[in-house]
């Protein structure tokens, strides 16, 4: 589905609070999604990936969480810190990682209050 | 480390100019790279999926003629925008597809067409 939006949201939150950061994808199909974080000026950074078969899954200080009745996926990362501060997209796509392109989300900036 | 690199990372040149984007593979024999595009504030696009030793394979609205992909080698995929205008500006990012694990991008190509 379309993805590419003129704004992208901000999420502004304390240092030491959790962060959630939430997504919703439109292809019912898909049965792979996956969070980026994007610093200034560089590529996606891989954070945590989810299969469909699943509806949570826990990395370090990161969590996802897939709803697949509702089509929506959110990352919840625990204990904010300033390198944190980023954009943070989810993409998804059909049959795996690298078996596909990925269709990204919008995007949401996340900043960090000292 | 990077697993995945891009050159160059930032390139001005005049109106109706080609320019050759590289991506590199720097740990694994990468069959499929994916190209994406990025406006300014916006999500990442894909644009086609380079497919090693065969054509590339283009999303609805991306023109192969301009935009021409090679994948001659199982480590470097190339972008080259032919006759590149103002429009064409952007940020152009790469990735490789390792079967079921998470995409890793390069870390982007800004392109600024005067």
């Known amino acids: 589905g379309e993805s590419v939006g003129l704004h992208l949201p901000t999420l502004s939150v304390q240092e030491g609070d959790n962060s959630i950061i939430n997504c919703a994808y439109s292809?019912?199909?898909?049965?792979?999604f996956i969070w980026y974080k994007q610093e200034s000026g560089k590529g996606p950074q891989f954070i945590i990936d989810?299969?469909?078969?699943?509806d949570k899954r826990q990395g370090q200080r990161v969590t996802v969480l897939l709803n697949k009745t509702v089509k929506h996926l959110s990352l919840q990362i625990a204990a904010t810190q300033p390198g944190d501060s980023a954009v943070y997209f989810c993409?998804?796509?059909?049959?795996?990682?690298?078996?596909?392109?990925?269709?990204f989300g919008k995007g949401t900036h996340l900043i960090i209050q000292p | 480390g990077a697993v995945v690199s891009q050159h160059p990372s930032w390139v001005i040149c005049k109106s109706g100019t080609s320019v050759k984007i590289e991506c590199r593979s720097l740990?694994?024999?990468?069959?499929?790279m994916f190209w994406y595009r990025q406006f300014p504030k916006q999500s990442l696009m894909l644009m086609a999926t380079?497919?090693?030793?065969?054509?590339?394979?283009?999303e609805q609205g991306v023109e192969k003629d301009k935009f021409l992909i090679n994948h001659a080698s199982l480590t470097l995929s190339t972008l080259t925008v032919t006759s590149a205008h103002p429009e064409d500006s952007s940020f152009y990012i790469c990735?490789?597809?390792?079967?079921?694990?998470?995409?890793?991008f390069g870390d982007g190509t800004r392109l600024s067409i005067l």
């Open positions: 993409a998804e796509n059909m049959g795996g990682g690298g078996a596909d392109g990925l269709t």
């Open positions: 292809n019912s199909a898909s049965d792979y």
């Open positions: 989810i299969r469909s078969n699943m």
């Open positions: 740990d694994f024999q990468a069959t499929t």
């Open positions: 380079s497919n090693e030793g065969s054509k590339a394979t283009y």
């Open positions: 990735s490789e597809g390792r079967g079921n694990q998470p995409q890793h």
